[in-house]
């Protein structure tokens, strides 16, 4: 056991109810932890309310109402200012992520712990805009949120110590294993994931079947999914995007993107959610 008893965690404002949002917020409440879910307007509130409705359904009546109840849906974050924690699921853009933290960092309390859900940027960076580096931390779930046992725990260069046990003692809270990253780009599963998936693509380029590909990596090497199966799942777009911030940030060639994913990404052909990736969706 730790020598830093961090506290626990009573309440936690989420903000942004999108995909990751909303299945974080479901996980937290299902833990039996007060949630505060935001977002910009109430159309985004109803859309993440639907999908957590949905990630429920299956659950006895009784258990959907207590979960329910433990969650305020708000357009306003300010509304979850007592929160121990904040986890930020905006969209993958550092002009928002720094905007939304400059707020939080002045209406939060001083001990609240600020942690955000990025995938690829910096916490460094995001930690930068608020007067308590030392708060700031990544707390990278994967998707889908209910279903994915790890929580990545980015440790920023300036996080400290009780951040990170906080967080850890967090994880165990809502039933997540947890690993810890440095702060470089990828963390550790996206800097070993994101350029096998784009070695996928470049065997495709060269002519391979993406079913020869996915049986390969499942028969050989025990993957429960094959990579052109799974790019489709996470979307072209998704990954390109992740290599071009790999590749911006070590300026090594080995993160550049493959030609046919950029087509990909030209031609609309996302994946699952467009019908169309590697395999062709109803
Ligand atoms: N999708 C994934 O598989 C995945 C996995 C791990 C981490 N992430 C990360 O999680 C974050 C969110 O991704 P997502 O897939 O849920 O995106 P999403 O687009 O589904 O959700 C983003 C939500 O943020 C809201 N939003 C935008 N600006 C806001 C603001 N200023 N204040 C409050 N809410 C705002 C949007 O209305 C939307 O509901 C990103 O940083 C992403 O990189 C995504």
């Known amino acids: 056991m730790s020598l830093l008893s961090s506290k626990n965690c009573n309440q936690v404002l989420v903000v942004g109810c999108g995909l990751m949002g909303a299945g974080i917020t479901q996980v937290i409440a299902q833990a039996g932890i007060k949630v505060v879910a935001s977002d910009r307007a109430e159309k985004d509130i109803e859309r993440g309310k639907k999908q957590i409705l949905k990630g429920i359904s299956k659950k006895e009546e009784e ?21 121990d ?16 933290f400059a707020k939080l960092d002045q209406f939060m309390n001083p001990d609240a712990i600020l942690a955000s859900n990025t995938s690829t940027l910096s916490i460094a960076a995001i930690s930068s805009v608020t ?24 440790e920023g260069i300036s996080t400290g110590e009780e951040t990170l046990e906080f967080s850890k003692q967090f994880a165990e809270q809502i039933g997540k294993e947890t690993i810890v990253a440095k702060d470089y780009p990828g963390f550790t599963v996206n800097r070993v994931l994101v350029p096998m998936l784009n070695e996928a693509a470049y065997l495709v380029m060269e002519g391979n079947d993406p079913r ?71």
């Open 85 to 100: 924690l904040v986890i930020e699921a905006v969209p993958e853009k550092l002009e928002i992520k720094k905007e939304v």
């Open 63 to 83: 258990e959907q109402q207590q979960i329910l109840s433990r969650i305020t849906f708000t357009t306003n974050m300010e509304d979850g200012k007592d929160s």
């Open 212 to 282: 020869d590909i996915d049986r390969g990596m499942m028969l050989g090497t025990n993957h429960p999914i094959g990579p052109c199966k799974l790019t489709d799942m996470v979307g072209a777009d998704v990954l390109f995007y992740a290599l071009e911030s790999l590749y911006a940030d070590f300026s090594d060639s080995k993160y550049r993107p493959c030609p046919l994913l950029r087509r990909m990404v030209e031609a609309g052909h996302l994946g699952k959610k467009s019908g169309q990736g590697y395999y062709k969706y109803e």
């Open 131 to 154: 007067k308590r580096p030392e708060k700031v931390i990544g707390l990278h779930f994967f998707s889908p949120v209910p279903v994915m046992k790890l929580l990545e725990i980015v």
